[in-house]
């Protein structure tokens, strides 16, 4: 497993306070969508690439950064 992201890390990337933070990372886990590794101090947090939701989610985010970098397509 690779080192992933700790809690405060994502808090940061996406905007989210604690308790939101840590109450969507629980359904990510609940779902099976991400795996958590936890340490002394500290949980860390990655994709679960054995999901049967990860290659839908890389489909999801290629077509949204494909979309991001043409400007001719629009978005909506």
Do not use: W
């Amino acid at each position: 497993m690779r080192a992933g992201l700790y809690q405060r890390e994502i808090m940061f990337e996406t905007g989210l306070t604690l308790h939101p933070a840590q109450r969507e990372l629980k359904n990510l886990y609940d779902l099976g969508i991400i795996q958590k590794r936890e340490t002394l101090n500290k949980v860390y947090y990655e994709i679960d690439p054995h999901s049967p939701f990860y290659k839908p989610l890389c489909e999801i985010c290629e077509s949204a950064q494909k979309t991001k970098l043409d400007p001719r397509k629009k978005s909506f």
